[in-house]
């Protein structure tokens, strides 16, 4: 465990294989949501919190409940079945202890659990951090980690992208590629710009 | 009979999952870099429809309203399951350079969506055939796609040089080729929807 494994994580993990723009995770989320700012960061925040939450949940759940009784094929069943009972779990928390923060995030909690990226990063942690059945050292903070910088990855793709699509609102585009189509056409291009930082190799 | 014959092929134009629906992206344009690749993700994914649909179909009467959505994501968990194992199994290659991609068949909104807006509500034979459908229109989009990234990205289809002499243009491989690629076929789509009305 040393401070380069951290940096090599945050930028693979929010500019290379940024989790939306070049893994195509949580992509049904990003398009439909992305069409003003506001509502984009309060998606981005209960998004990353799911993210680093069920990072720890599963990691747990894969260390000492999997790996111990030669469990793993059970690895999808388990880690969906986990993170579906802790977004249900999270929405009646923050009802019953914030109605505001309730209103706030409104449906987007309930999404969450279909979310590919939530279920994708806790499947990423386990195939990066557990080599033959075993842990390499510090693993739990690598993941958690990992969670935390896919999460910022997350929200940064959002911001730009509803930023973008802010103003385009007042363009006017072709009728055939409104919505949906133009949407995909400016992911590509920012897909293209976030390409240059993988020359950044460690 | 002639119903079950259309609730098949409306999954394969009318309400195509990709681009009509707009449903289960994220394996579809992680996936679609080779056609090998889309012809195996689209099995393994019309399996999993197939089965959970009519699982669901079956036990619809069982289930209790208000936790129908986790006992549908268990089910359809534990068909992604065999389907990871099975191709773990006789083609430990495709499992490798799907990656990560075929858990997350879990996630895939279309595999959900049916359940949750077909299979809960009709019988076994109309689930089996709207699943087939469905999961028959998912494998269509995803050769299509492919088909059109790979030829150029790196100018072959399935392995076999189509064009000789054809310079392949590298970025339709990479992921800003496929969010391209999708975005100029849903207009594309949007045009010839237009067109007709």
């Known amino acids: 465990m040393n401070l380069q494994e951290f940096l090599t994580i945050f930028i693979s993990a929010v500019f290379i294989y940024n989790v939306i723009l070049s893994r195509f995770l949580g992509l049904c989320s990003f398009i439909a949501i992305s069409k003003e700012t506001k509502p984009a960061l309060a998606m981005s925040s209960a998004v990353m919190f799911v993210i680093v ?8 759940v894969y260390r000492f409940l999997l790996l111990p009784f030669g469990l793993t094929y059970l690895r999808t069943i388990s880690f969906i079945l986990v993170i579906a009972t802790f977004v249900q779990f999270v929405e009646m928390v923050i009802k019953k202890v914030s109605p505001h923060l309730y209103r706030a995030f409104g449906i987007y909690l309930p999404l969450i659990t279909v979310n590919c990226a939530v279920l994708g990063v806790a499947v990423l942690n386990i195939d990066m951090f557990f080599v033959n059945g075993k842990q390499v050292a510090g693993s739990f903070y690598y993941s958690v980690f990992q969670g935390v910088c896919v999460g910022l990855g ?3 793709a959002m911001l730009l992208m509803s930023g973008i699509r802010e103003r385009l609102e007042l363009c006017n585009v072709p009728k055939a590629l409104k919505d949906f189509p133009l949407a995909f056409i400016i992911a590509s291009v920012l897909s293209l710009s976030f390409m240059g930082f993988s020359g950044f190799k460690f | 009979m002639k119903n079950l014959i259309k609730e098949f092929t409306k999954g394969i134009i009318k309400e195509n999952p990709t681009f009509v629906l707009v449903l289960g992206l994220c394996p579809t344009l992680a996936v679609s870099v080779s056609v ?20 669901v179909s079956l036990v619809r009467d069982f289930i209790p309203d208000k936790i129908r959505i986790p006992c549908y994501i268990v089910i359809i968990a534990t068909f992604v399951t065999i389907a990871e194992l099975c191709m773990k199994a006789y083609s430990p290659a495709l499992d490798r350079s799907l990656g990560i991609y075929v858990p997350l068949i ?16 009709n019988n076994l034979a109309s689930a089996f055939w709207d699943g087939l459908g469905m999961g028959v229109g998912f494998t269509l989009a995803l050769i299509l796609i492919s088909a059109i990234r790979e030829f150029l990205g790196s100018g072959q289809i399935l392995g076999h040089t189509l064009l000789k002499g054809f310079e392949p243009v590298f970025v339709f491989g990479m992921p800003s080729g496929a969010l391209l690629v999708i975005g100029l076929l849903l207009g594309f789509f949007n045009l010839l929807k237009n067109r007709k009305i």
């Open chain 2, 106 to 121: 879990v996630v895939n909104c279309i595999v959900l969506g049916r359940a949750e807006a077909f299979a809960c509500k």
């Open chain 2, 36 to 55: 090998a690749n889309g012809i195996g993700m689209g099995i393994a994914a019309t399996f999993v429809l197939l089965g959970s649909s009519l699982i």
């Open chain 1, 154 to 156: 997350y929200t940064l």
């Open chain 1, 53 to 60: 939450m069920s990072s720890v949940i599963t990691w747990f």
